[in-house]
Each structure stands twice: as C-alpha cells, then as structure tokens.
C-alpha cells in the first residue's frame, strides 16, 4: 500500500467503502434465496439447505461483521457530517471495528 | 555524521513526457534535511537538476516534494528521521503536472483555489471603523483554525480523491473557502457556498484526513470540508422548505 | 446539483436504514441459534403487514444507498463517467429494488 496511504483512516475509509461494496454484490444471492419462498415452503427450505456446511457458517459471520462495521463506521460518518467537529475519529473508527467484530462473534457462536 | 557511510538517494528526473529514477550517493551530514541532499546534488553531482525552494526554513512552502512516499517540507525533514537503510526516495508532488524534475506546475492547484472563490470580498472602506470582531466569537475561531495555509500543496498531493477526480477542487481551496465563509465582512457567502456545494466541491470529500495527517501546519481541511458540508445541505434543505408547495 | 441530490439521497436513505439495520441484525443473531428453516422464518413473516412495511422500506433504502455508494466506486476506481455511468447505476439500483419486492413478496406471502 502507497505510503502515504497507511493511516488509520485512510484505512477506515477503505473497510467502508470495501464493506459496502461485499454487501451490494452479496444482495442479489440473498433476495434470490429469499424468494425461492414464491415456490412454497419445501423450496424455500432445500435453498436453505444449502447454507448449512460449515464454511457457510464462516462466511455468514463475514458478512455479519461486514454489515456491522459499515453500520458502525456509517454513524461515525452521519456524525462527522452533522454534528460538531471532533478530534477523536481515529478513536471512533477503532471502536466501530471492535464492536462490529464482537457483534459478529455474537452471531457466530449462536450458529454453531 | 562526517565518516558515516553515505545515502543512497533515488531522484525522479524527467518532464511532461515521462522520466526515470536517477540514483546519486550523497554523504552524510549533521541535522542534514532532504533540501541540503536535494542541494548538494545540484552542486556537486548534477548540475541539470531542477528543483524549487526559497526560504529553507520552514515559512514558504516552496519545497514540497514526495520524500518515501509522503508530501513533506523538505527544508524540515532530517534525512535521520525517514532515510530507510540509508536509502531515501524523492519525487515531485503528486496530482500535479510535472514540469521537470521535482518542479512541478502548480497552475491547477491555483485554478481550483479560484473556482472554490477563495478570495475575500468585503464592502467596507477606509472611511468606516475597523470591524469589532473578538478572536474568541465562534465563527472567528473557525475562520483563524483554517487561515495559517500557506498553499504549499502538501494536502493536494496526499489527498486520493485528488487523484481519482479531476473535478474536485481539493483540501487547500476548500479549506479556504471554508475560513472566508467564517469572516463575517466578507460578503460573497452565498456565491462561494453555490461553488463548494457544486459537483467536485466539498461533498466529494471521503473524510480520509491524509490531509491533516501531512499539513506542516496542522491545519485540518476534513475538518474545514465537514463545516461546508453541513453549510451546503443545510442551505439546501432551508431551500426546499421555503419553496412554496404548487 | 447532481452530487448534492446523491449526496443528500445517501445519507438519508442511510438514516432511515439505521434502526433497521439494528432490528435486521438483532433478528439474525436470534434465528440462527439452531439453524434457519423455512417454517421458522415464514412463521414470523407470512401475513405480518409489520414485516412487510418493515423489510418493504429496508429494500428501498439499500436499493439507494447502495446504488449511489456503487457509483462513486465506478467513478472514482473505474473513472466511469456520464450515460454509461448512470445506465449502471440505475440498472443496479432498480435490479435490487425488484429483486428486493420480489423476496418480500416471498416471505410476507402477498404473490
């Protein structure tokens, strides 16, 4: 990574714009999912079935922890842009990545 | 210092067209700053190399260069403190034309800094009393926050929306336009906000603070940006709401 | 001002998704204990007007939000510009928004 580019909130910036990113494209498979209910209950539940193995469980939790840190990171970002300057946003930026992490470990043992 | 072995310095030579690294061996001196090995290769390596300084201490901004990666004065960064196993790497500033060498042409920066009405205009004259404003008034703590840039581009060349919209008028205009906004004689408030508030102005910015990480004044222009922000939507929504409904 | 109105459509379509985003993933964390089935979910979702409206208005909001965050990656990474730009976009923007009914539709039941 470009030198210049290696501060904490460059960093934040990216995890944003790169989370966001991973859940616009995981959008579509999960409405797809989603509506194979149109077809009944039986169908609904094989799709269903294929989101139990074990490496879907790992990538369930990426996901999680992606919805979490943009949400996280995003009200960092909405208050930025409304409220009074604060000099604190590296702070910020680390307790979103924490809490979101915690959030999807949250999900994840719930899973097992 | 004297003794110790010498740096390895790689230069950007080139112009407008393209251009290379040159390597030179520069010896190491006490307290020596990038300016004083940017100089002594002029002087005693190559004589056709084309840099820009002025007053070497820390006042013009005139040297800002890429040292390793990172827009710095040169005239006060020590070569202890960033050398990389006695290696330095320098370049002319990024997101901005080279003209040769580590000179580059600061004609956009300028541009930017006019389409952003960065320039003050009040009504008074010299007949009317000094205007009464107290250094502690809220809007004069802003305006004084953001006024000690230098225009050395520093903020320009780390900031990456720079490089990736051709449009966006930058930290250091913005940051201007955001202390003017803050002085209550000026009276072209309402035209520099329709500029700030226009596409590749202030909303452009993603809050990536490399800005403020690298300004030698510690100015912070995500800060300035955010204050312009909130200017520009608010504007625009008391706008809306005062429309009346057809 | 094209930007401003992005800019604006963005951050509130983000604030509306806020506390949605907190009940979806307060949801998520309480279903997946046991496994997710198609009886559990529809259960909680088939006929409820509440859900309907609940998940109607999210994928509304993240048809938005993530068009517009999906077009200044393009523009910015991809230094996409103009019609081709906002062809994408909308193409994006609106494919979500059906896509997103449609799997309302699914689980509220309404066909």
Known sequence: MKAHRRQPLYLAFLLHR???LG???????????????LAGAEAFDAALGWTEGPLIKVAEFGLVFLLAVH??????????????????????????????????CGFLLRAV | MQGSSPIQVKVWRGDADGGDFAEYEVPQQSSQT??????????????????????????????????????????????????????????????????????????????????????????????????AISPAEPARRAANAAI???????????????????????????????????????????????????????????SQQGCASFCPNELNPTASIAGLKKMATGSFMKKKYRQPHG | MVELRLYLAQRISAAIMAPLVLVHLGVMIYAIQGGLSAEEILAR??????????????????????????????????????PLLNTVCWLFGLGLWAMGWRAVAAVVGFQ
């Not at chain 1, 702070?91 to 979101?100: E, I, K, L, P, S």
């Not at chain 2, 034309?97 to 042409?105: A, E, G």
């Not at chain 2, 201007?176 to 910015?205: F, I, T």
Request: a positive charge.
């Open chain 1, 23 to 37: 859940l616009a494209l995981f959008l579509p498979l999960h409405f797809y999912i989603l509506g194979t209910a």
């Open chain 1, 71 to 104: 949400f996280f990171g995003g009200l960092r970002l909405l208050a930025l842009e409304n409220l009074p300057w604060s000099n604190r946003h590296k702070n910020y930026a680390a307790v979103a990545v924490a809490v979101a992490f915690f959030v999807a």
């Open chain 2, 34 to 131: 990038v300016l004083d090995v940017v100089t002594w290769i002029q002087r005693h390596a190559d004589a056709s190399l084309s840099y820009r300084f002025a007053c070497r201490v820390g006042m013009c901004g005139s040297c800002a260069m890429m040292v390793n990666g990172i827009p710095r004065w040169t005239c006060r960064t020590h070569v202890n403190k960033v050398k990389q196993d006695n290696r330095l790497i320098v370049e002319p500033l990024r997101n901005l034309p080279v003209i040769k060498d580590l000179v580059c042409d600061m004609s956009q920066f300028f541009e930017k800094w006019k389409r952003a009405e960065g320039q003050f205009g009040g009504d008074g004259s010299r007949q009317q009393p000094v205007a």
């Open chain 2, 148 to 206: 000690e840039c230098i225009n050395c581009a520093i903020c320009y060349a780390a900031c990456d929306v720079v490089s990736w919209n051709p449009d966006y008028l930058g930290p250091a205009a913005l940051n201007r336009a955001w202390s003017l906004q803050n002085d209550v004689r000026d009276r072209r408030h309402d035209e520099r906000l329709q500029a700030v508030s226009a596409d590749g102005g202030c909303l452009s910015c993603h």
């Open chain 3, 45 to 82: 979702t088939r006929g409820s007007l509440l859900w309907g409206g609940f998940y109607g208005l999210f994928v509304l909001a993240v048809a938005v939000h993530a068009a517009i965050g999906v077009r200044n990656i393009l523009t910015e990474w991809l230094q996409l510009r103009g």
């Open chain 1, 18 to 20: 790169l989370s966001g």
